[in-house]
């Protein structure tokens, strides 16, 4: 391993777990990537780089986008609680850190400061934001890529490192068609990062789950308003740890190597395999957006010519790296070898790597949870049944307890060891939104 890393941006780590060992003529080679970040900011952190905690406040920015369409009275209690949470949220914002706020319904609406930029957060532009939000009412319909290109702009009007957004809704997006929105989320990505959440049980699960992936945030559910504050709170007191952004994991093969896939696997699925773009010969970059103090694993797969036994080559070499503030090219900051050798030795060649195995089980049992509930709303009880009885066993299997109590609230289980499960004949609607919403939240390997 080595580390190349300067005190100016978080100390990264790349740790490679494998079985390098191929039967004669393999090809498929798998690995599980462990990235470490460490002194980039936490919670609280401020003199360790956290978001914001920089001498000119230009660094860092936060837009939080609060759904205001006429459904969020009904009941009245959402707009109270979305209200509450933001307010919460710029609380909880270091001194320094740019941040507006933004009311979305089937237009844009800026809320504070309202002169198309940002304000720099002190105890008096906190103030006037929170004052502001007092004035915050329900009415309109919902056109959410509107809010993410407002949100877009008043981030751009400053010259920032790290570009943060904060999303709530409450319905589905029914005033602009889903190309709007797609094209919408295309002219984001890759210019700032955005958490979802989805408040009640009226909102579109899909929607709010494709934002998150696309914008590299986090997606949730949060039934009952009342725990929006607590939400926001921890949402932003997160966001407020990250020191560095735009964290690209570049993978480079050999000649006659081709990448099967690159997914995140820990602490949620994501698959990236789609979003490489080029990094110049044999090499690509997949975007993995901005870092605090945290640690997050991913599945790498290549394909390998076939060798004859006593061979060993490098198979692929992965690196972590950050832009350049100067504007130059990017800069290492750690990078990982994958390998593959061939033996004849049956018992070494056909050893599955402890990690490995453990990420394919909870990528299976984000797929198969997606199925079941599909299959569920289709009216296909028997394909669901045996999808969630797999999720079940899966998760058993891997000590995913939390996603375990999740699918206890969609089946009776019998048997989680086997995954014989029952449907329930009534399941709560949040219940089964908190479970499609949470499906890829994996639990870390244990080593």
């Not at 702009?153 to 029914?174: C, M, P, Q, W, Y």
Request: hydrophobic share 40%; net charge negative; with cysteine.
């Amino acid at each position: 391993m080595a580390n190349f890393s300067k005190s100016t941006v978080p100390q990264f780590s790349v740790d490679v777990y494998q079985n390098e060992f191929l039967p004669e003529g393999g090809r498929d080679v798998s690995a599980i990537v462990t990235v470490t970040s460490t002194g980039g900011g936490t919670t609280g952190a401020t003199a360790s780089g956290g978001l914001g905690h920089v001498a000119d406040g230009s660094t860092a920015g936060v837009v939080i986008m609060v759904d205001c369409s006429g459904s969020m009275d009904y009941p009245a209690t959402k707009m109270r609680g979305a209200r509450e949470a933001t307010a919460a949220a710029v609380d909880t914002l270091h001194d320094g850190t740019s941040f507006a706020v933004v009311a979305g319904t089937h237009v844009a609406k800026e809320v504070y400061p309202g002169n198309g930029g940002l304000a720099v957060a002190d105890a008096r532009t906190r103030a006037e934001a929170k004052e502001a939000l007092r004035r915050l009412s329900a009415g309109g319909g919902t056109a959410i890529g509107t809010w993410l290109r407002l949100a877009d702009r008043l981030l751009a009007s400053a010259d920032l490192s790290i570009r943060h957004g904060v999303l709530l809704t409450d319905g589905r997006n029914e005033h602009e068609t889903p190309e709007a929105l797609r094209a919408a989320l295309d002219a984001c990505a890759g210019r700032f990062t955005c958490d979802a959440r989805g408040v009640g049980t009226d909102w579109e699960v899909k929607e709010v789950t494709g934002i998150a992936s696309a914008l590299l945030g986090t997606a949730d559910i949060v039934a009952d308003p009342a725990g929006l504050a607590a939400d926001f709170t921890s949402m932003m007191e997160t966001a407020m740890g990250k020191g560095v952004a735009d964290v690209a994991l570049r993978l480079w093969t050999p000649v006659g190597v081709e990448v099967l896939f690159v997914k995140q696997v820990a602490p949620a699925v994501e698959d990236l395999t789609g979003r490489r773009t080029e990094a110049g010969p044999r090499a690509g970059d997949y975007p993995t957006g901005s870092w605090g103090d945290e640690s997050r694993d991913y599945h790498v797969s290549v394909r390998v010519p076939r060798a004859a036994v006593g061979q060993e080559m490098l198979a692929a070499r992965v690196s972590l790296l950050a832009p350049d503030p100067a504007g130059g090219d990017p800069r290492p900051l750690s990078q990982g070898l994958v390998r593959a050798v061939w033996t004849d030795d049956l018992a070494m060649s056909t050893s599955i790597n402890p990690q490995v195995a453990h990420y394919t089980g909870q990528a299976e049992l984000a797929d198969v949870i997606q199925q079941g509930l599909d299959a569920r709303k289709s009216g296909d009880r028997d394909g669901a049944t045996a999808k969630l009885g797999r999720a079940v066993q899966l998760a058993a299997a891997s000590g995913n307890a939390d996603t375990a109590k999740l699918l206890s609230k969609v089946v009776d289980v019998v048997d989680a060891a086997t995954g014989t499960v029952r449907l329930k004949a009534k399941v709560a609607e949040a219940d089964e939104m908190t479970l499609e919403t949470r499906s890829t939240k994996t639990v870390r390997v244990k080593r």
